[in-house]
């Protein structure tokens, strides 16, 4: 099966600019979840779906982030406007609903803030 | 809240040398740990995951265990291989469908 696909890989933008990130599931996963991993740290989740309804998005700085995922398929995450502490991977993440295990992880994109 | 920890921070060794990694968590009620991998300007690759009505888990050199009341796991990796240079991160979920909560990583160096 095809993996998670995640666009651009590579993004960089200067402070207080908008940016946006795209990410496709693995066809019939049901949950995706959007991960923050700043350079040295662990990922850290922002926010998890179950089809297109949001499960947990209490680590979401909503002041400037949002995500949405429209016909419970495909996920954008948003920054506007960024700042130069939201440099990091933004790893987006499927599993299909009842597999104890089945995380597929995208391979990232990478944003820079300048 | 939950908080995992992973120690060492960065490990070096020679090829064929066995290694230890450490994981540990603060909530011992947690559903799946688990061990991924990640290469450089990659995703995540799932390496073993222990339920937590379970022990141990292995797969082909990597063993992991669990002890879920002290609140730690271990991956052992033998005879490492340059290929197994990478970060290898913990992760734990506290029910059933919830996000995982990493630590930071182990960054291993294998050299030959």
Redo the contacts between chains.
Sequence with gaps: EAG?AQSPRYKIIEKRQSVAFWCNPISGHA?L?WYQQIL??????LI?F?NNGV??DSQLPKDRFSAERLKGVDSTLKIQPAKLEDSAVY?C?SRR?GQ??G?T????T?LTVV | KQEVTQIPAALSVPEGENLVLNCSFTDSAIYNLQWFRQDPGKGLTSLLLIQSSQREQTSGRLNASLDKSSGRSTLYIAASQPGDSATYLCAVDNQAGTALIFGKGTTLSVSS
């Design positions: 998670v949950t979840y040295g740290q662990g990922p850290k989740l998890q179950q499960v947990d790893l993440a609903i104890v295990n995380y992880f995208g391979s990232g990478r």
